[in-house]
C-alpha cells in the first residue's frame, strides 16, 4: 500500500529528485539507450505476464431491456446479478450509444496527445483536482509510475429545465482555444450518452438486486462524474512497466470503451485474466462507491491495463459518481450488518486524490481513515 503524502511533501520531495520525469516524454524514455527509468518499474509480483487467460465476461445485449420487453429484462437482470456477484465485470451491446460518436469519440483522442507536450499543458491537471490532462504522476506517486497520459473531466448532467451543462466542451475550450470546440462537443455529446446509459444500467442493476427499478437511478440522477481519457504509448520493455496499475475504482459505475488494442485485465480467482476488446460491446464494472451501496454483495473488482512494445492504446473511461454530498447508504432493502460506514463521494474523492493510491483495499482503508476523522496519514 503507498500512501499520498499531502503535498508539499510528496511534491517537493520529488520534484527536486524526479524533475527528468516532471513531463512524460514516452518517446524520449524510449528512444534512450539505456533502461526505463526505475520509476516506471513495477515490483516482479505486479510485473504483466504475456499468457494471461481469457475472462469470459457475460455479454448482456441490452435491446430487449432498453424496449422493456419483460422476459428479456429478467434475462439481463439475471446475467447482470451474477457478473456483479463474482467479478463486477460485464459487457454490453446494443446499448444505444450512437456508433459514429463512439469511433469520432476514440479517433478524435490523437489530436489531443499527438499535440506537442507544450500545447498539452495548457490543460495540466491542478493538485487535488480531477480535471485536466496529468502527463506525469510524479507529482502524485513516488514509484510504481503508470505509462500512461490522461486527459480528465468533471461531469454533471445538469438541471432538466436549463440546457445540459456544457462543462466538457467549456473546459477544453477554456484551456484549449477555439481550436478545440469540435473536440469540445464531441466529448459533451459522448459523456452526456454515457451518463444516460449508466443511469439505465443503474436500472438494472436495481432490479437484479430486488431493489425497486427507480432507487438507483434516482441516486444517480445529479451525478457528478469523471470522464476520463487513457493514452497509452508504446514501451520498450512493456514486461516491467504497466500503464494503470492494479486498482479498484473508487468510483460507483464505469463505462469503459477500448480501442482495438488489448490491454484491460480483472484480477479474478486468483489470476489476471484478459478483458479482449470487442468493438460491438462497451465493458462495465462496479466501483467501489456501488459495493458500499449494495453493502457488499455487488464486487468492485481489481484490474490494470498493460502496455505493448508496438503500437498506443487508447481506452475512454466514463465513471459514474453521485453528488458530492450525497450519503452513500445502501437501500433498506439491502441492509443487515454494515460493511462500510455512512460516508459522502465527496469524502472517498478526497482520499483517493490527496491521501491514497487507489488499489484493492482502498474502502477498508478509507473505513479506517473515516474513523480517525479523516486524519492524513492512512
Ligand atoms: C476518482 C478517480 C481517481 C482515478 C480516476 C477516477 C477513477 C479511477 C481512479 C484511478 C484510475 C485508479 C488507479 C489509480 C489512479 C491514480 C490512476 O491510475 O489514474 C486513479 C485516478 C486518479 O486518482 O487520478
Ligand atoms: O484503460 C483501461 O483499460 C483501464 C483503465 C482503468 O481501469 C481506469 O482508468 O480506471
Ligand atoms: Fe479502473
Known amino acids: 500500500m503507498e500512501s499520498i503524502k499531502t503535498l508539499p511533501q ?6 527536486t529528485k524526479n524533475n527528468h520525469l516532471m513531463i512524460f516524454d514516452s518517446t ?15 515490483p516482479d509480483h505486479d510485473k504483466p505476464s504475456t499468457n ?23 434475462e439481463a437482470t439475471k446475467l447482470v446479478a451474477e457478473a456483479a456477484k463474482q467479478h463486477g465485470f460485464f459487457l454490453v451491446t446494443n446499448h444505444g450509444v450512437d456508433e459514429k460518436l463512439l469511433s469520432s469519440a476514440c479517433t478524435l483522442m490523437d489530436k489531443f496527445f499527438k499535440s506537442p507536450s507544450c500545447e498539452k499543458q495548457k490543460a495540466q491537471r491542478k493538485w487535488g483536482e480531477s480535471s485536466g490532462y496529468a502527463s506525469s504522476f510524479v507529482g ?43 473536440f469540445g462537443i464531441v466529448y459533451q455529446e459522448y459523456t452526456e450518452a454515457m451518463s444516460n446509459l449508466s443511469l439505465k444500467i443503474m436500472e438494472l442493476l436495481g432490479m437484479s438486486l430486488g431493489v425497486s427499478r427507480s432507487h438507483f437511478k434516482e441516486f444517480f440522477e445529479d451525478n457528478e462524474s469523471i470522464f476520463r481519457l487513457n493514452y497509452y504509448p508504446p514501451c520498450k520493455q512493456p514486461d516491467v512497466v504497466l500503464g494503470s496499475g492494479p486498482h479498484c475504482d473508487p468510483t460507483s459505475l464505469t463505462i469503459l470503451q477500448q480501442d482495438q488494442v488489448n490491454g484491460l485485465q480483472a484480477f479474478v480467482d486468483n489470476q489476471w485474466q484478459a478483458i479482449l476488446p470487442n468493438p460491438q460491446a462497451l465493458v462495465v464494472n462496479i466501483g467501489d462507491t456501488f459495493m458500499a451501496l449494495t453493502n457488499g454483495r455487488y464486487k468492485s473488482c481489481l484490474h490494470r491495463a498493460v502496455v505493448n512494445s508496438k503500437i498506443e492504446r487508447k481506452t475512454l473511461a466514463f465513471f459514474l459518481s453521485p453528488k458530492m454530498d450525497k450519503v452513500v447508504r445502501p437501500p ?7 460493511a462500510y460506514p455512512d460516508f459522502t463521494w465527496s469524502m472517498l474523492h478526497e482520499f483517493v ?7 484493492e483495499s482502498t ?15 492512512v
Open 28 to 42: 524520449g524514455l524510449n528512444n534512450k539507450s539505456d533502461k526505463i527509468p526505475q520509476e516506471f518499474v513495477w
Open 363 to 377: 474502502l477498508d482503508e478509507f473505513t479506517k481513515w473515516h474513523k480517525n476523522g479523516g486524519s492524513i496519514m
Open 353 to 359: 486524490m490527496k491521501h491514497y493510491r487507489a488499489d
Open 52 to 74: 494471461v487467460p481469457i475472462l469470459p465476461v457475460p455479454l448482456i445485449d441490452l435491446a430487449g431491456f432498453l424496449s422493456g420487453d419483460p422476459f428479456l429484462t429478467s
Open 332 to 338: 433498506e432493502e439491502l441492509e443487515g450488518e454494515r
Open 10 to 15: 510528496i511534491f517537493s520531495e520529488n520534484a
Open 140 to 182: 502524485r506517486f513516488k514509484k510504481n509510475l503508470p505509462w500512461k497520459e490522461t486527459l480528465s473531466f468533471a461531469f454533471s448532467p445538469g438541471e432538466k429545465s436549463e440546457n445540459h451543462s456544457q462543462d466538457v466542451k467549456d473546459f477544453i475550450v477554456k484551456k484549449m482555444g477555439d481550436g478545440y470546440k469540435d
